[in-house]
């Protein structure tokens, strides 16, 4: 497994309401559970809401992961994390109605005994790599988004619509949400890209691809978030690239020299 992150806050805003989630397989808690997360968060809310939201989706991801038992996953227990997250989020800004209003995107990724199980809700994204051939695995929850299925409006004219960051669905903001929840196969070398808007709203398509394409994984994570403040840097931005270069995947024990070696090479 090898992998790179980076979250940042652009250009122009002033503060950074993105979170993200790594847990490698080298990671303590990945070796006790036999298994891997990822996420990134996309907060949004007046006051600096927004960050509070994306804190308490992944703080509370992050908890659920080392106290829950994961002897097998399914869609099932990826669905009641995502409306526990849900519930924490609603109930915090129910408690502070200074933060009335506030939500986040939620896109896990979440990998154990040869496959993979993903959460969807919001306009962050899940792309994955395999053979070259780069496919966005998540659907934007986006009037734009909307527009894009139904055939109305291109990709590329998305990125410069007056609605684009209108969502349809967020974590937090209602009580009660329906998120996108399925299983994915994996396979040897594949690369899984989760993005928040500030990545591709920034970066045309085929730039995109092509930096993806074009770019170690280890790599991957500041190319992009750099090009996206290159190319104006409007909003915050994250990434989190995952490429599977070994399948089983291996989790090292505690004290090996290969753990120490990963931790090192990955900065985790």
């Known amino acids: 497994m090898i992998i790179s992150s980076k ?6 805003r002033a503060n950074n309401e993105d979170s993200i989630l790594a847990i490698p397989s080298w990671s303590k808690s990945a070796i006790s559970k036999k298994a891997c997360l990822f996420l990134v968060a996309d907060g949004m809310g007046g006051q600096n809401a927004g960050e509070i939201a994306s804190k308490i989706a992944v703080d509370y991801t992050n908890n659920w992961f080392e106290n829950s038992c994961l002897d097998n996953i399914d869609t099932e227990l990826v669905e009641d994390l995502v409306n ?21 995107t939620f896109t896990i990724l979440l990998i154990k005994n040869g496959k993979a199980i993903i959460g969807h809700i919001g306009d962050s ?8 051939e780069l496919t966005q695995l ?38 009660f949400i329906k998120a996108d929840i399925f299983e994915t196969e994996i396979q040897l070398n594949d690369e899984f890209i989760l993005c928040t808007d500030g990545i591709y709203s920034m970066i045309g398509g085929e730039q995109m691809n092509l930096l993806i394409k ?6 991957l994570a500041s190319k ?20 599977l270069d070994e399948i089983p995947i291996k989790f090292p024990s505690m004290f090996s020299f290969s753990r120490i070696f990963k931790m090192l090479l990955n900065k985790f």
Do not use: C, F
């Open 7 to 12: 979250t940042d806050k652009g250009v122009v």
């Open 138 to 175: 998540t659907n934007d929850h986006s009037i734009v988004g909307e527009q894009i299925r139904s055939g109305k409006i291109t990709p590329e004219q998305a990125r410069v619509h007056p609605a684009r960051g209108i969502l349809s669905k967020v974590l937090g903001a209602r009580q």
């Open 224 to 243: 992009l978030v750099d090009a996206s403040n290159k190319a104006g840097g409007n909003d915050n931005s994250s990434v989190i690239a995952v490429k």
């Open 125 to 132: 994204r899940i792309y994955r790599l395999r053979n070259d």
């Open 84 to 104: 526990s997250a849900n519930e924490q989020v609603w109930e915090y800004s129910r408690k502070h109605p200074e933060t009335s209003g506030m939500g986040t």
């Open 214 to 219: 074009d770019t170690d994984p280890e790599n």
